[in-house]
């Protein structure tokens, strides 16, 4: 799963409190859920990117994370009200290069221009990504894209209605500055574009701010 929204200014220190402390482990703890990452944006936006890694898509529409879902605490409700902006896909991973987490992230969330579907998937997967993750400063590269639409809940009902997601690139690595150069070279706006992306791309550069295992919540 994967999540972009901001937080209003007032209350990002309270946000981010609920988030490390309360939320990641909730979500830990319902069956399937792997792992959960915040990032925090450096350029471009929006603030946060969240993602959950979860053992398969179907744990996204099961019943005990549905459960969670409408019935927050009096904490994620309070918090829920301050969330502006949320885009919340429920993604499979389609290709990848790379292994490991690197502290710095290149998000690109991107729709495919109508009939180019398959020349943009085609070239991202065969020519992009197997050599992006070898790249000096760079670990890892993954392709996502939408596998299930996320159905509304009570803690939707309290932020508003959630913008969907068609596919993202996420590249991480260990050198920000070596990701801001292949940002403006390989994984241009323009080479996207060229190669049937449509021109509402969103881009931003993360940080790492905080990374929690299931086997660490038990």
Same mark, same amino acid.
């Given at each position: 799963m994967v999540l972009y929204y901001d937080i209003a200014a007032h209350a990002v220190d309270d946000h981010d409190d609920w988030h490390t402390h309360e939320h990641f482990p909730e979500r830990l703890s319902i069956p399937g859920f792997l792992r959960a990452s915040r990032?925090?944006?450096?350029?471009?936006?929006?603030?946060?990117?969240?993602?959950?890694?979860?053992?398969?898509?179907?744990?996204? %529409?099961?019943?005990?994370?549905l459960?969670?879902?409408?019935?927050?605490?009096?904490?994620?409700?309070?918090?829920?009200?301050?969330?502006?902006?949320?885009?919340? %896909?429920?993604?499979?991973?389609?290709?990848?290069?790379?292994?490991?987490?690197?502290?710095?992230?290149?998000?690109?969330?991107?729709?495919?221009?109508?009939?180019?579907?398959?020349?943009?998937r085609e070239w991202l997967t065969a020519t992009v990504l197997p050599g992006i993750?070898?790249?000096?400063?760079?670990?890892?590269?993954?392709?996502?894209?939408?596998?299930?639409?996320p159905p509304m809940t009570k803690e939707q009902a309290i932020r508003g209605k959630d913008?969907?997601?068609?596919?993202?690139?996420?590249?991480?690595?260990?050198?920000p500055d070596s990701l801001l150069r292949i940002a403006g070279a390989e994984l241009s706006a323009a080479q996207f574009e060229q190669h049937g992306a449509s021109i509402e791309a969103s881009r931003g550069h993360y940080r790492l701010d905080i990374v929690l295992a299931k086997e660490e919540c038990t």
């Open positions: 990032w925090v944006a450096v350029d471009g936006g929006p603030r946060y990117l969240v993602l959950y890694e979860v053992s398969e898509a179907a744990v996204l %529409g099961g019943t005990p994370y459960e969670r879902l409408n019935n927050p605490t009096p904490w994620t409700a309070r918090t829920m009200v301050n969330f502006r902006g949320m885009a919340r %896909g429920f993604c499979s991973i389609v290709a990848s290069s790379g292994a490991g987490l690197g502290h710095a992230m290149l998000s690109i969330r991107f729709a495919s221009a109508a009939g180019r579907e398959n020349e943009l993750s070898s790249r000096p400063g760079a670990v890892c590269a993954r392709l996502l894209e939408s596998a299930a639409t913008a969907s997601i068609s596919s993202v690139l996420l590249l991480t690595g260990y050198s």
